[in-house]
């Protein structure tokens, strides 16, 4: 949902909490804001410990003050958007965790020929998104059915499935700056590269613009439940995940690599790298962060060992480790 500190180090008081001074300078924002909230539920994975204070903004006025906030008593921020690829540690994230509420959730559409420029707020669902596109005879999106998350978060992350990456759909962001300035950046600031994209240090990403082109529909959504219908047959379903663990290395497959290393269905605790995709790793229910990372390390190891190939995480390592 934007670009954001990967908040970590000292609590308020050195040890994670004392949170006197953030609810004094987040008092303004009233029931938006609320402080050691378990971030386990707001995360695909379903693990990950508290925040000092998680703040729900409704306006762009409650970013300002979530960011003037912080400056103020010199704690970190950091962007929440659909908590999918992202490992948040047990003992969860210090400082302020921020995430957009309903306000930032809509699409607007402006016809221009045979292109139309979509202004998308940053908490819209990639995979409405792409209904709403096929639907009215939009193409570009298609390809992304079945990707989670927000839109804001797939920007962040350049999402991208089947060769298409969102970043050759932008045209422009808008957003609040750290000091607390709207701002409108152009795609050729963004920087975009592999799953990844350029911004601005303390940019809190609001509205995506994205441009499609007009195609037949019937076209479009035969290409989108093919999208589907390929995700479906390949990655687990029934256990929470984050999505790909780990970056395809050039020229390979991470899952490939887990799998030839013998590691496909290794599990600890309750925590498992997939017996049917050995890039996902799924919770079988009450698992944890550090389970996670330390399967991630074996991967990381024995694929390291056995073909020197380095295997760089995808997700967002987030929070005390």
Do not use: C
């Not at 969102?166 to 600031?189: K, W």
């Not at 590269?193 to 076209?219: I, M, N, Q, W």
């Not at 060992?305 to 005390?320: C, D, I, M, S, Y």
């Amino acid at each position: 949902m934007g670009a954001g500190e990967a908040a970590g180090g000292a609590g308020l008081d050195g040890s994670g909490g004392g949170d006197e001074p953030l609810r004094r300078a987040l008092s303004a924002l009233g029931p938006r804001v609320r402080f050691r909230e378990s971030l386990a539920r707001f995360t695909s994975l379903r693990v990950g410990g508290p925040a000092d204070a998680f703040v729900r903004a409704e306006s762009i006025a409650d970013i300002a003050t979530t960011l003037a906030a912080a400056g103020t008593i010199g704690v970190p921020v950091f962007i929440l958007g659909g908590g999918t690829n992202l490992l948040i540690s047990d003992r969860g994230v210090r400082g302020i965790v921020l995430t957009l509420g309903r306000t930032f959730d809509y699409a607007q559409w402006a016809p221009e020929g045979e292109q139309v420029t979509v202004a998308i707020g940053a908490a819209s669902r990639v995979g409405r998104i792409v209904r709403r596109a096929v639907a009215a005879g939009l193409g570009g999106l298609e390809t992304a059915e079945g990707i989670p998350g927000t839109v804001g978060g797939g920007l962040l992350m350049n999402a991208g499935a089947y060769g298409v990456e969102i970043g050759e759909l932008v045209t422009e962001v808008r957003g609040v700056a750290g000091d607390g300035r709207e701002v409108q950046l152009g795609r050729e600031d963004l920087a975009f590269g592999y799953r990844h994209a350029r911004l601005p240090a303390g940019f809190v990403v609001t509205e995506v613009g994205l441009r499609l082109r007009r195609a037949p529909r019937l076209d479009l959504r035969e290409r989108m439940l093919a999208a589907r219908t390929q995700r479906e047959e390949s990655q687990p379903k029934g256990h929470p995940s984050a999505g790909s663990m780990f970056k395809n290395p050039p020229g390979d497959f991470a899952a490939r690599l887990i799998e030839a290393a013998g590691l496909k269905g290794t599990r600890l605790g309750r925590v498992q790298i997939s017996a049917k995709h050995a890039n996902f790793f799924v919770n079988l229910g009450g698992g944890r962060a550090g389970e996670v990372r330390a399967l991630m390390d074996l991967a990381q190891r024995q694929v390291w060992e056995r073909f020197h190939a380095w295997l760089e995480p995808e997700v967002r390592l987030v929070g005390q480790w």
